[in-house]
Nanobody, 123 residues
Framework: QVQLVESGGGTVQAGGSLRLSCVAS????????VAWFRQAPGKPREGVAC???????TYDDSVKGRFTVSRDNAKSTVYLQMNSLKPEDTAMYYC?????????????????WGQGTQVTVSS
């Protein structure tokens, strides 16, 4: 069993930045592939970014050039640095994980999920 805890959400103005963190309970953390998803009210959940145990990275086109995913295995943490935020980035952000595997932005490919952290971007 893997427990994931997100933090770092909040309210910012358009153009601002936030850094989300996802801490996992698994040891060794380095075997996990981790992805960030988001879900806005009334919309389906969508994949934002993922990073594998080998540091393969994939981004959704909507966040390329603005968001950066990284991991610190020593701290069992994956980060999502979000810059140039837009009102359409407003959503609940979740991290998800699965042992090994390639990067994927499909939620069906993950079996561990955090509770989410809210990001609100005002115009």
């Amino acid at each position: 069993q893997v427990q994931l805890v997100e933090s770092g959400g909040g309210t910012v103005q358009a153009g601002g930045s936030l850094r989300l963190s996802c801490v996992a309970s698994r040891d060794p953390y380095s075997t996990l592939r981790v992805a960030w998803f988001r879900q806005a009210p009334g919309k389906p959940r969508e994949g934002v970014a993922c990073i594998t145990s080998g540091s393969q990275i994939t981004y959704d086109d909507s966040v390329k050039g603005r968001f950066t995913v990284s991991r610190d295995n020593a701290k069992s943490t994956v980060y999502l640095q979000m810059n140039s935020l837009k009102p359409e980035d407003t959503a609940m952000y979740y991290c998800a994980a699965r042992v090994f595997g390639i990067c994927s932005l499909y939620d069906s490919n993950y079996n561990y999920w955090g509770q989410g952290t809210q990001v609100t971007v005002s115009s």
